[in-house]
C-alpha cells in the first residue's frame, strides 16, 4: 500500500520527475491531456467548398483576445474540420451543454469526408448571420467566426486555428442578470482518455486585493 499523502491533502507531496522529452509521443499526450484539465470543448461546425457540413469537437480551445474577441482552438493534425476553414475562412463554435454529449461523442468518430455528422447525430444545421457555416441548433451557445490565421506547431503537426468572432447567440434559457449562468448552460469539459466532467459542483471565489489585504495586516509584519 502506498504511503503517499492524498492529492488532495495540505502540503507538500512526494513528486515524480518527468522528461516530457523521452517520453514516447503517445505516452506523453496521454499525460499531458490527464493535467491539463479540465479543458474546455469546441464544438466546430464548418462547410467544405461544396456545402457539405462538417461537425467535431476539439478540446485544446481558449480566449486569445477579448478587445477585439479572438478565440483559437487546435486541430490535432490536419482533420476535415481545418481543411474546410482554410477554404472557407469560417466556422462556428457550438458549446454543447450536457445533454448533448452523446451527440458531441459522436461526432467525434472518423466519419468520411462527405458524411456529414449534423444527419448522423440526428442534429439540425442552423443558418448563421454572417458566417456560412451553420451552428448546431440544439446548442445554446453559437460563436460565429471568421479565419484570421492557422499557426503550425510541433512534429505531428498541430494547428492552431485563430478566428475573429463575428457574431454571438445566446439560448434564452441560459441567460441570467444579463450573463451566461454556468449552472444553466451545464457546459462539459474534457480529462484524459474517454473521461469528461459536468459543470455541477460550482463555488464562489472573489479574487483578493492587495490593498485590501495590507489594511488587514498586523502591525509589525512584512
Request: some cysteine; overall charge negative.
Amino acid at each position: 500500500m502506498s504511503d503517499a499523502a492524498p492529492a488532495d491533502s495540505p502540503g507538500p507531496h512526494p513528486k515524480r520527475e518527468i522528461d516530457l522529452g523521452a517520453m514516447p509521443e503517445r505516452a506523453r499526450y496521454g499525460l499531458l491531456t490527464s493535467v491539463v484539465v479540465p479543458r474546455p470543448i469546441a464544438w466546430v461546425s464548418s462547410l467544405d467548398a461544396d456545402g457539405v457540413p462538417n461537425l467535431a469537437p476539439h478540446s485544446y480551445f481558449m480566449i486569445l483576445s477579448t478587445d477585439p474577441p479572438i478565440l483559437g482552438f487546435v486541430s490535432v493534425g490536419e482533420k476535415d474540420t481545418l481543411r474546410n476553414i482554410r477554404e472557407t475562412g469560417d466556422y462556428v463554435i457550438n458549446i454543447a451543454g450536457e445533454h448533448l454529449i452523446e451527440a458531441l461523442n459522436l461526432s467525434s468518430a472518423d466519419f468520411p469526408s462527405r458524411e456529414s455528422e449534423f444527419a448522423w447525430a440526428g442534429l439540425t444545421p442552423e443558418p448563421s448571420r454572417h458566417v456560412r457555416a451553420p451552428a448546431v441548433a440544439e446548442a445554446a451557445v453559437a460563436l460565429e467566426c471568421r479565419l484570421r490565421e492557422v499557426v503550425p506547431y510541433g512534429n505531428t503537426p498541430n494547428y492552431l486555428i485563430v478566428g475573429d468572432v463575428a457574431h454571438l447567440r445566446l439560448a434564452e434559457a441560459v441567460v441570467r442578470d444579463g450573463r451566461v449562468a454556468a449552472d444553466l448552460l451545464r457546459a462539459v469539459g474534457r480529462h484524459g482518455g474517454p473521461v469528461y466532467s459536468r459543470t455541477a459542483d460550482l463555488f464562489t471565489l472573489e479574487r483578493p486585493r492587495y490593498a485590501d489585504m495590507a489594511a488587514r495586516r498586523p502591525d509589525g509584519d512584512s
